[in-house]
C-alpha cells in the first residue's frame, strides 16, 4: 500500500480533522491505489476518496462506471464504493465472462450508484454524519464552483484546504513508495547512459532525447521529462527538444525524469563532449558537484534543511559567481516530481511552491533531491542533482552516475 495511514491518522488529530478527502490524480493514487486512466489524462475530471479513521467505514471511493474495471483488477484497498457516470455494457449473451468481468458486474451490483462524483461524495460524508464536522478537501482537483457547491450543501461544516495536510502525509515514503522511487532512478541512469554512448560529431539532440525515451520504455518506465541542451543550448534551464547537431568541445547538459508506476525520478548532469574542459567551466563544474556532495553529507534524521542548503551553495559563493542566488537546491519527489521538503533557507508556503516547511528536521523515510545549477544567459548552463533517501543512520543514494565534467570519463563509468 502506498497510502500512510498512520501518518495520516496523526496529523489529521492533530488539525482536528475528521475527513480527509483526496480529489487530484496524484492524491486519489496515493489515498487508494486506484489507477483510473481518465483521472491522470482529463484535466478537471472528478474523482474523490475519503478517509475517516474514526468512522465506518474507514474509506470509500468515487470512481467512474468506465473504470471500474481498475478497481477490480487493480489494487484498491478501499471496499466502500461510489460508482457514478454510468456507462453501458453489453450483456454476456450467454457467453462465459472472464474473472475480470465476473468482479465488475459484482462491484456493479453492491456499490452504490450516484449521477456525478460530487453526489457520492456528499452521500459519503451523510453516511458518516459529518454535516457538521472538520473536513479538509484538497483543493487541488476541485474547481472553485465545485468546492462552492460542497460548502453549500454543508453549511456547519467547517470545510478547510486539504492539499497542505497530504503533501504532510507523504513528506515520509511507505517501503513500497521508496522501491518505486528506486527503479524509477536506475531506469533513467540506465537510458540517459545508453542515449549518451549514442553522441558523435554531428548527432542531433533530438536524436538523443529519443533514443532516451526509447530505452526508458524497453525499462518498462515512462517518459516524463528529458532536458537536454548543447552548447550555448545548455544555458537555457529548461529547453524545448531541437534539431542543433552537437560537436566537440560541446557542453552536453542534461535534467530527466521519468516514472516507474507513477513515482517519479529527478537527476541533472553535464559534460564537456570530445574535448578538455575550460578552466572556467572545471571550476565552475567543481563548485556545483562539490557542493550537492557537501549537501549530501549532512543528510540524516534531524537535519535541517536550511544548512543542507547553505553547504549546497557554500562553494558557488566562494568561488565569487556573478548572480549566484537560489531560491532552493532541491526538494522531495515521489509520486510528484515535487513533494515537500523544499530545500530552501526561506519559507516556502510563501513561494511559487505553496508547500509546507518542515519543523524538527528530517525524518527517516523522507526523500530528498539535491541540486545546485548556474545558466551563463546565452553562453552556457551547468546542474548537478542527486536523490536520496534517509535513512535511520544518513541516507541512501538512489542516483549514481559519475560527476565527471568529461565525457570519456563519464561514460567509462556508466551503467548500460
Not at 50 to 57: A, C, D, R, S, Y
Not at 171 to 190: G, W
Not at 350 to 367: D, R
Request: charged share 20%; net charge negative; aromatic share 8%.
Amino acid at each position: 500500500m502506498l497510502f500512510n495511514q498512520a501518518r495520516a491518522e496523526e496529523i489529521m488529530a492533530r488539525a482536528g480533522v475528521e475527513a480527509l478527502i483526496a480529489t487530484s490524480p496524484e492524491n486519489v493514487m496515493y489515498a487508494s491505489d486506484y489507477e483510473c486512466v481518465t483521472h491522470w489524462i482529463n484535466k478537471g475530471f472528478q474523482v474523490y476518496s475519503i478517509f475517516t479513521p474514526n468512522h465506518k467505514p474507514k474509506a470509500s471511493l468515487v470512481a467512474p462506471s468506465l473504470e471500474l474495471e481498475a478497481i477490480v483488477d487493480g489494487k484498491v484497498w478501499i471496499e466502500d464504493i461510489y460508482i457514478f457516470s454510468p456507462f453501458k455494457r453489453g450483456p454476456a449473451q450467454g457467453n462465459e465472462m472472464d474473472p475480470v468481468g465476473k468482479a465488475g458486474k459484482a462491484l456493479l451490483e453492491r456499490a452504490a450508484i450516484v449521477s456525478r462524483a460530487l453526489d457520492g461524495l456528499i452521500a459519503a460524508i451523510e453516511s458518516r454524519g459529518l454535516q457538521n464536522s472538520r473536513i479538509a478537501v484538497d483543493e487541488l482537483g476541485m474547481s472553485p464552483f465545485i468546492f462552492w457547491e460542497l460548502k453549500q450543501r454543508f453549511p456547519n461544516a467547517e470545510i478547510i484546504a486539504g492539499n497542505p495536510m497530504w503533501w504532510e502525509i507523504r513528506m515520509i515514503k511507505t517501503p513500497d513508495e521508496i522501491q518505486r522511487l528506486r527503479m524509477a532512478s536506475r531506469i533513467t541512469e540506465l537510458a540517459v547512459n545508453h542515449a549518451y554512448g549514442l553522441i558523435k560529431p554531428g548527432i542531433r539532440e533530438s536524436e538523443i532525447v529519443h533514443a532516451y525515451n526509447v530505452k526508458i520504455a524497453e525499462l518498462k518506465g515512462k517518459p516524463t521529462f528529458m532536458l537536454m541542451g548543447s552548447g550555448s543550448r545548455s544555458s537555457y534551464p529548461h529547453m524545448l527538444v531541437s534539431e542543433k547537431t552537437i560537436e566537440k568541445g560541446d557542453i552536453v547538459r542534461y535534467d530527466i525524469g521519468c516514472t516507474y508506476d507513477y513515482y517519479h525520478s529527478d537527476t541533472a548532469r553535464a559534460v564537456v563532449y570530445g574535448g578538455k574542459p575550460t578552466l572556467q567551466q572545471q571550476r565552475l563544474w567543481d563548485a556545483l558537484s562539490s557542493g550537492v556532495e557537501d549537501a549530501i553529507a549532512l543528510i540524516k534524521p534531524g537535519a535541517d534543511v536550511r544548512d543542507i542548503y547553505r553547504a549546497a551553495m557554500k562553494p558557488g559563493k566562494t568561488l565569487g559567481l556573478e548572480d549566484f542566488d537560489r531560491f532552493h537546491c532541491g526538494h522531495g519527489i515521489g509520486i510528484a516530481v515535487y513533494d515537500p521538503p523544499v530545500v530552501t533557507i526561506s519559507d516556502p508556503a510563501t513561494s511559487a511552491f505553496l508547500m509546507p516547511s518542515v519543523e524538527g528536521g528530517l525524518k527517516p523515510g523522507m526523500s530528498l533531491n539535491v541540486e545546485v545549477g548556474y545558466y551563463m544567459q546565452g553562453v552556457q548552463g551547468m546542474l548537478c542533482e542527486d536523490t536520496m533517501i534517509v535513512t535511520e543512520t544518513g541516507c541512501e543514494r538512489l542516483t549514481n552516475n559519475s560527476k565527471s565534467l568529461i565525457y570519456e570519463d563519464f561514460m567509462a563509468t556508466a551503467t548500460v
